[in-house]
């Protein structure tokens, strides 16, 4: 049994071959999701493999509303649910739908980032009962390579982020406005992309795009001219095309 994949793929990428390579090795295993956490506790995912199916909750709950999730974050131990079918009675919607799926079994790992904080959720699935307890061993390295992979686009994200806010600090003195104007549309941005998670209107990806991006979406005028960033007059058409073309100067400036 052999691990590889390549550094240079996407973290999207990444987790497909490791979902291909766990299917050919377990035909009973049946595929992962991995939910992140933001500031507020609150769980979106930003990952599901085909056969996990299309109704993993783009935006699952506030952590401490489910005393599963909370339990896992206080354990650090993986939770397993050996045979989902003695649970229907309370069990939740989306583990009705598992079952209907022939999930049987289901597996949820915490992951944590390089400074051993609480980061995430993997949720893993198969089609019969008692399968985690006989692999136990192996879905727990599973879990921390996908740790891994998500730490190492974590690290990306962070350095990228380092960067601009240098940058934000560096063009404060040149324009505190446009700074403070960055810095609201951000988190106004942030809890409309939650407030529609929640109401399943966007999925995960989205959440997390706006979550790590939406402070930079003027960074572009940091390459506007002074006469035309800072003028009290009504622009030339010749100013106004110059002015416009911010988004691109954004995009070039990455």
């Not at 049994?1 to 295993?29: A, F, R, V």
């Not at 949820?108 to 061993?137: C, H, S, W």
Request: contains cysteine; aromatic residues 12%.
């Amino acid at each position: 049994m052999e691990l590889k994949i390549s550094d240079n793929l996407t973290l999207k990428q990444k987790l497909d071959h490791l979902n291909m390579l766990i299917q050919d090795w377990y035909p009973d295993y049946v595929g992962f999701a991995i939910a992140m956490l933001d500031n507020d506790n609150n769980l979106y995912s930003v990952y599901r493999s085909q056969g996990y199916g299309v109704k993993f909750p783009d935006f699952i709950e506030a952590i401490h509303k489910s005393s599963r999730l909370s339990t896992l974050r206080e354990t650090r131990s993986p939770d397993i649910i050996d045979d989902m079918t003695c649970h229907l009675p309370s069990i939740k919607h989306i583990h009705q739908t598992l079952i209907r799926k022939s999930c049987l079994s289901s597996m949820a790992t915490p992951i944590y980032n390089k400074n051993d904080e609480f980061v995430g959720i993997m949720f893993i699935n198969a089609r019969i009962p008692y399968f985690f307890r006989q692999n136990l061993n192996f879905f727990n390295t599973i879990s921390l390579i996908a740790s891994l992979f998500i730490n190492d686009d974590l690290n990306v994200k962070r350095s990228f982020h380092n960067i601009i806010k240098t940058i934000l600090l560096i063009s404060h003195h040149k324009d505190p406005e446009t700074q403070n104007h960055l810095k609201r549309v951000a988190e106004y941005s942030r809890l409309i992309a939650l407030y529609l998670g929640k109401r399943k209107l966007c999925n995960g990806h989205f959440i997390d795009a706006v979550y790590h991006y939406a402070d930079m979406h003027d960074i572009g005028k940091y390459m506007i001219p002074d006469e035309i960033l800072f003028s009290t007059k009504i622009y030339t058409p010749e100013e106004r095309q110059i002015m416009n073309e911010h988004p691109e100067r954004g995009i070039s400036l990455f």
